[in-house]
C-alpha cells in the first residue's frame, strides 16, 4: 500500500484498500503468487524442472499480453534503480496480477492440451 503513491502524493492510509483482495492491493498481489504456486505444486510436488521454454507462436493475444507485461516488469525493476519511483512497479503489478486472475479464472491449465505452455507462461510470473 505504501509504495502505491508517488513520492510526490500525500500518504493516506485506508484500511480498506490496505486489506481488499478482489483488486490493487497486497493480498490482491499474494492471492495471484498463492495461486501459480499452488498450480506448480500439484503438477510436480517437490520436483519443479528447472526450465521451461515458451514458444510465442503458440499463445493467443491474451496469453502474449501476459507474455510482454511480465518482460515489462523486469524492466521497470531494472529501472528503479534510477527512478525510485515504486508506485511504477505496484502499478504493473497489480497490472499483471490481474492478467492471472483473468486468465486463471477462464483457463484450464492442468491437464489441458496447452499445459507446458501454460506452465512456462506463468513461470514467467514467479
Known amino acids: 500500500y505504501d509504495l502505491h503513491f508517488n513520492k510526490l502524493q ?7 484498500y490496505v486489506l481488499n483482495t478482489k483488486k490493487n492491493s497486497a493480498p490482491y498481489l499474494q492471492n495471484a503468487f498463492v495461486r501459480i504456486d499452488s498450480i506448480f505444486f500439484k503438477k510436480f510436488k517437490d520436483n519443479q524442472p528447472k526450465d521451461f521454454t515458451l514458444n ?3 499463445l493467443n493475444e491474451s496469453e502474449k499480453n501476459i507474455f510482454f507485461n511480465c518482460q515489462k516488469t523486469k524492466e521497470i525493476i531494472h529501472n528503479l534503480t534510477t527512478e ?6 505496484c502499478e504493473q503489478l ?4 490481474q492478467l492471472f486472475h ?10 489441458s492440451e496447452k499445459e507446458m505452455i501454460y506452465l512456462s507462461l506463468l513461470k514467467q510470473q514467479l
Open 56 to 58: 510465442l507462436e503458440l
Open 84 to 89: 525510485y519511483s515504486a508506485n511504477i512497479l
Open 94 to 97: 497489480m497490472l499483471l496480477c
Open 102 to 111: 483473468n486468465f486463471y479464472e477462464s483457463t484450464p491449465i492442468l491437464n
Open 10 to 16: 500525500d500518504y493516506i492510509f485506508n484500511w480498506d
